[in-house]
C-alpha cells in the first residue's frame, strides 16, 4: 500500500513539473523531442484524469501544426503584453485587492519557499503560475520519499504545508488564469493549457479537500 502512494505521489510531482514546464516560454523543438505533451497526457491518464489527457494531448497536435515563432507570439500575447496582459501569469494580481506585483502574498509565497529550503534566486516575482506549480512537484516529491521511509513526523508537516499552500494561494487564482487563457488564446497548445491546468487544480481541490490519514506504520 505504501509503495503504490509512494508511485503517485511521484507521479503526481511528475505532473506538476511538467505542466509548469508549460508556462515557460516556449521552446517548440525541445518539447516535441522531449514528448512533453504525450507524457504528460500518460501522466493525466495515470491518475485517472481523461479530460486533462485529453487537452494534454490537443496541445501536442498545437505543437505540430503552430511554428515557433506562431506560439512566441500568443505566449507573448497572453502573459507579457505590453499594453494589455490578459492573462496574468502572477498569484498577487489575483490575491491582492489593488492587484498589484510583489504585493504581501507574493512576500508570504517567498517566505514559503524559504521555510521549507528553497531560494527564489531567478528575475521576477516568485508567486509566477509555473514556480508555484514547481514548489508543489517539490512537495510531492518529498512526500514520496517520506512515504517510501515512512517517516510519519515529516509525512504530517508535508500534507500540512501542502495543503496550506495549495488552498491558500495557487488553488485561490489558478483557475482564473486557466479561464483568461481559455477565453483569450488562439492556438490550441494554450487553449489546451488553459484547460489542463483547470481540469488539474479543480481535481487536486477535490483531493486535498478529502481527509488524507498517515499510512500505517
Not at 510531482?13 to 500518460?42: H, K, Q, T, V, W
Not at 521555510?115 to 508543489?136: K, R
Request: aromatic share 10%; charged share 20%.
Amino acid at each position: 500500500m505504501s509503495n503504490d502512494l509512494t508511485q503517485t505521489a511521484l507521479k503526481r510531482s511528475d505532473a506538476y513539473r511538467l505542466l509548469a514546464a508549460c508556462f515557460y516560454e516556449p521552446e517548440r523543438e525541445m518539447f516535441i523531442e522531449e514528448n512533453l505533451c504525450a507524457n504528460l497526457a500518460g501522466l493525466m491518464e495515470a491518475l485517472a484524469l481523461p479530460a486533462s489527457a485529453a487537452s494534454c494531448r490537443w496541445m501536442g497536435e498545437g505543437l505540430q501544426k503552430n511554428s515557433q515563432e506562431e506560439l512566441l507570439q500568443e505566449y507573448s500575447a497572453l502573459f507579457l503584453g505590453p499594453f494589455v496582459i490578459p492573462a496574468q501569469p502572477f498569484g498577487s494580481v489575483y490575491l491582492e485587492k489593488d492587484k498589484v506585483l510583489m504585493g504581501d502574498s507574493t512576500m508570504e509565497v517567498k517566505k514559503i519557499y524559504g521555510q521549507n529550503g528553497v531560494q527564489h534566486d531567478v528575475p521576477g516575482p516568485p508567486d509566477h503560475i509555473a514556480i508555484e506549480l514547481e514548489f508543489m512537484s517539490l512537495l510531492e516529491s518529498r512526500i514520496a520519499q517520506a512515504l517510501s521511509e515512512t517517516k510519519q513526523e515529516e509525512l504530517a508537516g508535508l500534507f500540512a504545508t501542502r495543503a496550506y499552500f495549495f488552498n491558500k494561494f495557487l488553488a485561490s487564482w489558478a483557475p482564473q488564469l486557466g479561464k483568461a487563457i481559455i477565453g483569450h488564446a488562439a492556438l490550441p497548445f494554450y487553449f489546451g493549457l488553459g484547460e489542463c491546468l483547470n481540469d488539474f487544480i479543480d481535481s487536486e481541490k477535490q483531493r486535498l479537500a478529502a481527509t488524507e490519514p498517515l499510512p500505517a506504520p
